[in-house]
C-alpha cells in the first residue's frame, strides 16, 4: 500500500495548501491540527470516533468524511475519503474542495487521467466555487504534462485572473504561461489590417457543462440585475458578463461579482 500520508502529500503540493476549507467541528479542527504536529494515530482515531458516533445522513458527515482524507495515514485512504465526499456528498460545501485534493494527490501519484476528471468535474458542475481557479491550475498541469500546450493556456489564464488573494497560486500559473507566450506566433504584419475584429473585455462567471447548469447561473446573475450571455466553446457553456474596452473596468465588475456571488469570476478577452 502506497504510504504517503494525506497531509503530508497536500502539504508539498503547494498551491492548494491543506486547509482551503475551515472545519466547522471543533473535533475535527483539533484532529487536523494533531496531524500538522506529527500526532496522526491520536488524530485519526478522534475522526474515527467522530464518524462513528455520527448518522451518514447527517450534515456533518461529509466533513468528517474530508477530514478522515485530510489525516489519512495512506494515499489509497485518503483518496478513497475525499472520493466519497464528492459522490456521496456530492452537493455539499465539501464536495468541491473533496474532488480537488483527489487532483492533488492523483497528480502526484502520477494518474492524469483522475486529474483531468476531477478538475472538469469542478469546472463544469460547480460554477460558484472558491476552488475555481485552482482547479483551472491543475486541469492545465495536467495538459502540461500530457503535451497539449495548447489546451492548458485558457486554463493557465483562468487561474492566474481569478486566483485573488492566492498570490502564490497566481505566480505559478504566470510561470507556466510563459510556455504560451514561447508557443504563440508572432503576430502577422496583416494583423492591424482593415476588418480586424475589435477586441473586448467581459467576466466570466461560469462555465458549465449542461445548458440546466447555465441557466441556473444565468438566473441567478439576471435576479441581481446583470445582463448575461452564454457562449459555447470546448464542449462548455460558458455564461458571461459585460462589454467593456479596456480590462480595469471588466476587473471592476469581476470584483463585484465575486463579492456578490463568491467563487471566482475572471475576465477574458473576445474579438467583435
Excluded at 472520493?83 to 502520477?110: C, K, T
Excluded at 504560451?180 to 476588418?195: E, K
Amino acid at each position: 500500500m502506497r504510504r504517503a500520508a494525506g497531509w503530508l502529500v497536500l502539504s508539498l503540493l503547494v498551491p492548494g495548501g491543506v486547509a482551503a476549507q475551515t472545519f466547522t467541528d471543533s473535533g475535527l479542527a483539533l484532529a487536523v491540527r494533531l496531524v500538522s504536529e506529527g500526532q496522526g494515530d491520536s488524530a485519526r482515531a478522534l475522526v474515527r470516533a467522530r464518524l462513528a458516533a455520527l448518522p451518514r445522513t447527517d450534515s456533518l458527515y461529509a466533513e468528517a468524511l474530508f477530514a478522515a482524507g485530510t489525516v489519512a495515514e495512506h494515499l489509497d485512504s485518503a483518496l478513497s475519503a475525499y472520493r466519497r465526499v464528492s459522490i456521496e456528498y456530492g452537493q455539499s460545501p465539501w464536495a468541491d474542495d473533496a474532488l480537488l485534493r483527489v487532483a492533488q494527490l492523483s497528480f502526484a501519484a502520477r494518474d492524469l487521467g483522475t486529474v483531468r476528471r476531477s478538475t472538469d468535474r469542478i469546472l463544469m458542475d460547480y460554477p460558484f466555487s472558491n476552488v475555481r481557479a485552482a482547479a483551472a491550475y491543475w486541469a492545465a498541469r495536467v495538459r502540461l504534462e500530457e503535451g497539449q500546450v495548447a489546451e492548458a493556456c485558457p486554463y493557465l489564464q483562468q487561474a492566474a485572473d481569478s486566483a485573488g488573494a492566492d498570490i502564490e497560486l497566481a505566480n505559478r500559473a504566470r510561470y507556466y504561461l510563459q510556455r504560451c507566450r514561447a508557443a504563440t506566433p508572432p503576430p502577422a504584419d496583416t494583423a492591424a489590417a482593415a476588418g480586424t475584429p475589435r477586441l473586448v473585455y467581459a467576466v466570466q462567471a461560469a462555465a458549465v457543462g449542461s445548458a440546466a447548469a447555465a441557466d441556473e447561473a444565468m438566473r441567478r446573475l439576471a435576479d441581481a440585475g446583470y445582463k448575461t450571455r452564454v457562449v459555447r466553446e470546448d464542449g462548455l457553456f460558458k455564461v458571461r458578463v459585460g462589454e467593456f474596452t479596456t480590462r480595469p473596468q471588466a476587473q471592476a465588475l469581476q470584483a463585484e461579482l465575486r463579492t456578490k456571488f463568491g467563487g471566482q469570476p475572471f475576465v477574458v478577452e473576445e474579438r467583435r
